[in-house]
């Protein structure tokens, strides 16, 4: 395994994810009504584009973990650098719709190598068993990319318009990130495995590990739809609560801080508990956080910070249950077809979502995700028992 310093190689990676995530998954958030306004463009194919995307990031995401497997995660990011720069450019030059649309075909690529299960992937390889700390760091910085890219995106905007945002980030890819990834990540041998899992590991027996993961795949591709629906249509739930627009920008605007909250809670005292433990605290704070959102005013603020901090443990937890459970051995690959369902249920949960809130109404939507949450919270209870169930064979 590669001598790489952690110091150096957790911060680069923490500021590339900034702008992975900015540059690609929260671009349409501040740029879909004005590219809409200024082309005359379907403002539903617009932020389909997203889906798209993420739709391709599922579909490609077991290739790129078995890459990063077998060469290392300093050629599969510089990759996602290269992809979402042109991915980028590609949205700022379209003359037409599907031009633009299909632009996202090369952001979903990016995104699959780039975004936060290529960079865990990455930290496993390189230090094994002791990635568990610098993952979290780096969550840490993930959760500062909307608060700092919605700002910068909007500036960007003020400034060159939509189409000069996006080169803007297409230079920040081609010509910052990349050199980071090149600059701070080792070169790895190509099919130098990491260390076997250390002492303390017990990997499960092979009937066990199916099921369990069957299960990590159940908890982390529900947890994933549940937070696209908040994520995408939080306002609409809440302005439908009589809450108006401002107000609910505002309480929408404290998630992130509540996630923040919960990974550097969870940096510090992570090392004196299993992350089986993180995953149960995440699915109970998001099904509390959700059912406290169907609450009068001073409840739903309660609301959103709890709920905040459930899929703040979540990222966390999807990161470095697998590492923990499987060991470090395949680790990438395994994050690699963990991410596929997970990816394409974020690519069609927000047309869910709108189809839900459509048909039914924005209170029996929430409803309908507040059970989601709570069979959730179920199976991360099942896959806690059948955990403790391996490790007594």
């Known amino acids: 395994m590669p001598s790489a310093a952690p110091r150096l190689i957790v911060p680069a990676l923490g500021v590339t994810q900034i702008f992975a995530w900015g540059s690609s998954y929260y671009l349409p958030a501040v740029l879909a009504q004005p590219i809409a306004s200024d082309t005359g463009w379907s403002l539903t194919w617009i932020v389909g584009g997203l889906s798209l995307g993420l739709l391709i990031a599922g ?24 992809l979402l720069g042109l991915g980028c450019l590609g949205l700022a030059i379209a003359p037409t719709l599907p031009m633009f649309v299909g632009a996202w075909v090369l952001m979903g690529l990016g995104m699959s190598a780039g975004l936060y299960d290529a960079a865990f992937s990455t930290l496993g390889r390189l230090y094994g068993q002791d990635a568990r700390q610098s993952i979290t760091t780096v969550t840490l910085f993930g959760g500062l990319a909307s608060t700092i890219c919605w700002p910068l995106s909007a500036f960007f905007l003020q400034s060159l318009g939509w189409r000069g945002t996006c080169l803007a980030y297409a230079a920040i890819q081609l010509f910052i990130c990349l050199g980071i990834y090149l600059a701070a990540l080792p070169r790895e041998p190509r099919h130098d495995p990491v260390d076997p899992p250390r002492d303390g590991v017990t990997v499960p027996s092979p ?32 302005q439908a609560r009589e809450i108006s627009l401002g107000d609910a920008v505002a309480l929408g605007a404290m998630i992130g801080p509540a996630q923040v909250a919960a990974r550097f809670i969870e940096m510090l005292i992570g090392k004196y508990h299993h992350p089986i433990w993180t995953k149960l605290a995440s699915a109970v704070f998001v099904a509390l956080g959700v059912a406290l959102l169907g609450g009068d005013l001073p409840l739903i603020s309660l609301g959103v910070i709890v709920y905040g901090a459930g899929i703040g443990l979540e990222s966390i937890a999807r990161a470095t249950l697998p590492l923990t459970l499987f060991g470090a051995q395949d680790y990438a690959p395994i994050m690699g077809r963990l991410a596929r369902p997970s990816l394409i249920a974020q690519a069609a949960t927000p047309s869910i979502g709108a189809f839900l809130i459509l048909w039914v109404g924005p209170d029996r939507t929430l409803g309908i995700v507040g059970a989601l949450a709570a069979v959730n919270m179920l199976l991360a209870a099942s896959l806690f028992l059948v955990h403790r169930r391996s490790r007594r064979r």
């Open 59 to 82: 579909l490609t995401a077991p290739f790129v973990g078995r890459q990063i497997h077998r060469r290392g995660g300093r050629p599969v990011l510089a990759a996602s650098a290269v």
């Open 207 to 238: 009937r066990h590990a199916r099921a369990i993961l069957l299960l990590l795949t159940l908890v982390i591709t529900v947890a994933s739809a549940i937070s696209t629906i908040i994520s995408v249509h939080l306002l609409a739930i809440l």
